[in-house]
Each structure stands twice: as C-alpha cells, then as structure tokens.
C-alpha cells in the first residue's frame, strides 16, 4: 500500500517527501558538499570532473549543469540544498525561486512588492485545468 | 524557581540577517519591516530574559540529509554561526543554558516525546536572525539561549498537535527548574510562503491573519490543522508554521497580546510578529 498523500494536487508544488529525499539523496548531499569553499573552487573549475565523483543519476548531472533547479526539483532536489549552488553561482535565494516560477529575477521581485502570488486559482490542480 | 514570561514569534528569513548585517534596514524595501521591531527591541529591553528558548529549523546546515533529527534540543555550553557561503554571520557567539538544557531535556523525555540530544553544531539564520531582530547588533547576547531544533524541511514535520503538546511538556520543565530564571519562548519561521516549484512566491495574507487569530484565541483548534492545509493555503515552505505551536502550548490557556506586526515581502516571505503574555 502507498502513503497518503493529500498534497499531490496542489498545483505547481512538489512536496520534499520521503519519496523525493531517497531519489534525491546524492544530488542533495553533493550540494552539501558546496558549504566547503575548496569544493566550491574544484567544481566551478571542472563541473563535470566533480558531478561524476557522486552516485547521480545522468539525468540529475545534466540538470545541474544547466541549472535547471525545476527539472533538479522534480527528480528530487530541495531548495535548502539548491541555495549551496545559487550561492556557489553568486546568486540569491529569490533568483533560484524566480527561475523555477519561470520569471526573470526582477519580474518576481516586483510580484513580491506588489503582495507575493496570490492563492486564487492556487489551491488545486483542477482550478488549473479548467482553464 | 524558574518563570516562563513571554512568548514570541518572528520570522527567520536570511535576506533579514543580510539587512542588518549590510546596514540596510532604512532602506525603502527593509525599513517598513524593521520599523515594527523597534517596539519589540524596546519591550525585550524593558523585560530582559535570562534565558530565550528559541524553537527553529536548521536549513542543511548542521543537518542534512545524512542525519535528521525530528526534535533537537540544544545542551551545548556555546554555539557559533554557520558560514551559510557569505561567511559565518558577524555576530557574537551565542552562550547556552546547558543546566536547564539538560533539565529540560530529561523531563520532555520522561514525558514521552522523543528528543534528540545535540551539544555541539552551528546555527543558521533560523536561529540567529531573530536573535539580531530583536536584540540588534550587541556586542555579546543580553541572555543565554536554548536552540530547539525541529525537522520542517523533510516532509513530514512533527503535527501541530505533537507540537503543541510537546510545547506544554517544555512548560512544566521550565515550571520544575529550581533556578530563579525568567525564561521566554520564541517560536521562529513563517509565515506564509513558498520558494519552489512553479507556485514560488505565493503569499496568502487572509491565512496569516487567521493563523494569529487562532493561534492567540484558539490554539487547541488550530493544532488540529492537518500539514496538507498549510501546504495547499500558505505555501510548501508555509508548513514552518507548526513550529509556533510549541511555542503556543508552553504559553497559559489564556494569553494576552502585547505587539504584533506582518509585512510582506522580506524576500519571498510574509513576515510576521507577536509578542504574548500570559493573560
């Protein structure tokens, strides 16, 4: 029998759950890796060399390389762990969240100012479906 | 014996810490949201506490996924601040209560609840923001501080109502301590928000007018409220808000307010402050 889980429809959310944790392990802990400024350096200096010393899977070593944190997220990335990259990258935590809302940085900056996404339309998949 | 005096909520967003740090809380963008500490800063002044039992999530930093402790209780004699890669935060060292660490410990244990024991690690922006929120930029802290560490980053976190219950066991330990102590709780994190996923940014203000409503009136109700409600209504990263029931259950029935403020944004976040008293 699987978990229960109730937030499987909330729209444009992946929950970090157990699931998600154990397929992303590795990619989670290489970001960890990150806090140590002499691993930093090694991998700004050869991204590859570095990604191919931890057990990933191709596919999330191709969605570091490109920074593609909502593809990273959705074979099991965490944010807590993604802003060890956005800091290794010399960007902030909002850039991170602008790229996977698909806004540039300054876009989402102002959506913040002006009052953050609102929750209307937010809550179920199937608000979204219907268009 | 020791008196638990206040209770407080903040949230512990790092861009705030970078605020301060940098000198740029009278900034447009920070000083709204600074402005509705300076109340906090003069009240923690007048009602200076000997210890802060502050309750708060670590964001991978001294825990990652190798090791996740649901509930960490701090008996450390001293903690520093974590180099989060802008350097560790320039603030002074913070100093522990590991008597009543250790006290406290032993009695939430004897209640049933499962805590783990954590005498050496660094504490990040969860901890430490609120610390340079409401003390400012001190040259050593004006009181001892207890960090109380909980898992909200790897789904699930503890209930609301393992985390209210857990916060009355922290009472009656504080209640049994022989020492003369004038203890206060912060419950730290929220409010409503979400960093990841195409949903990034969500902001929901008419939950977090709510959630203080019910958190102050009808707290019993409100650790009812199943993770998936925080989720759908106040974001993924929102979920952080069970921590302030902690804080709500070490509270007396019946509290009294005695400040509150909300500001959106700091970063993607909403922002929100209360300080209670038992009424």
């Known amino acids: 029998m699987a978990l229960d889980k109730p937030y499987s429809d909330i729209p444009g959310t992946i929950v970090f759950d157990s699931d998600m944790a154990r397929a992303g392990y590795h990619a989670n802990q290489f970001c960890m890796s990150l806090m140590k400024p002499e691993n930093r350096e090694r991998f700004l200096a050869d991204e590859r060399a570095y990604l191919d010393e931890w057990p990933m899977s191709e596919e999330q070593k191709q969605a570091i390389l490109d920074r593609n944190y909502l593809r990273l997220q959705q074979l099991g990335g965490n944010v807590y762990y993604f802003a060890k990259m956005f800091f290794t990258d010399k960007k902030s935590v909002a850039y991170g969240s602008s790229t996977m809302a698909g806004m540039s940085e300054q876009e989402y900056m102002q959506m913040m100012i002006d009052g953050g996404r609102s929750i209307e339309g937010n809550r179920f998949t199937k608000e979204q479906e219907n268009g | 014996m020791a008196r638990l005096t206040a209770g407080l909520t903040t949230s512990h967003v790092p861009a705030i810490g970078a605020a ?89 244990i004897q209640d049933d609840f499962d805590l783990t024991t954590v005498s050496e690690m660094t504490v990040d922006h969860g901890f430490t923001v609120p610390l340079s929120l409401l003390f400012g930029q001190p040259k050593e802290w004006p009181c001892l501080v207890i960090p109380f560490a909980v898992n909200v980053i790897v789904y699930p976190p503890p209930s609301g109502r393992r985390c209210y219950e857990i916060g009355k066991s922290i009472r009656k330990a504080i209640d049994s301590f022989d020492d003369d102590l004038n203890v206060q709780i912060w419950g730290t994190g929220g409010m409503s928000h979400q960093l990841q996923g195409p949903r990034a940014g969500l902001i929901n203000k008419d939950f977090d007018m709510k959630f203080f409503e019910d958190l102050i009136h009808n707290p019993e109700a409100l650790a009812e409220m199943p993770h998936v409600e925080y989720q759908r209504d106040a974001g993924s990263e929102g979920i952080e808000l069970v921590m302030w029931l902690i804080m709500r259950g070490a509270m007396d029935a019946k509290v009294k307010e005695i400040h509150r403020h909300y500001h959106v944004p700091a970063s993607s976040t909403a922002v929100g402050h209360l300080i209670l008293e038992n009424a």
């Open chain 2, 20 to 108: 301060i740090d940098l000198g740029k809380t009278q900034e447009p963008y920070w000083k709204p949201l600074f402005d509705g500490f300076e109340f906090s800063r003069k009240w923690m002044q007048e009602n200076k506490p000997d210890v802060v039992f502050l309750v708060y999530n670590d964001h991978a930093s001294a825990f990652d996924l190798s090791n996740i402790p649901t509930f960490a209780i701090g008996c450390g004699e001293e903690y520093e601040s974590t180099d989060e890669g802008w350097g560790p935060r320039p603030i002074p060292t913070v100093k522990g209560a590991p008597d009543l660490a250790w006290h406290i410990r032993q009695s939430v």
